[in-house]
């Protein structure tokens, strides 16, 4: 369990100041989560097995397709359906 005293401490060093309200209620959301990292690492702890494999759903290197440079639209037909556009901008609220 977290005591007043470290998280007076905590507040301290980052500058806050809590009122005796808000200390209390910080100190038991400090206790959850805690206790919630306690929960994840005691289940997972010496079992390495039962974190999931994240990697193993990764796409491969080799299955990326090859990069091909491809020239781009004229500015001029990428704004053609855009009213108010100036040149290769587009102006809020029309010319």
């Not at 500058?15 to 805690?34: H, N």
């Not at 397709?65 to 809020?92: H, Q, T």
């Amino acid at each position: 369990m977290i005591t007043k005293d470290e998280v007076l401490k905590l507040a301290r060093l980052a500058r806050l100041d809590f009122s005796d309200e808000e200390l209390d209620k910080i100190i038991k959301d400090m206790d959850d989560i805690i206790a919630f990292a306690d929960t994840i690492n005691n289940s997972v702890e010496g079992d390495a097995d039962k974190i999931r494999n994240v990697s193993s759903s990764a796409t491969p290197a080799e299955d990326f397709r090859e990069d091909a440079v491809k020239e781009s639209l004229p500015n001029e037909k990428i704004l053609s359906n855009v009213s108010g556009s100036k040149g290769m901008f587009c102006v809020k609220g029309g010319i």
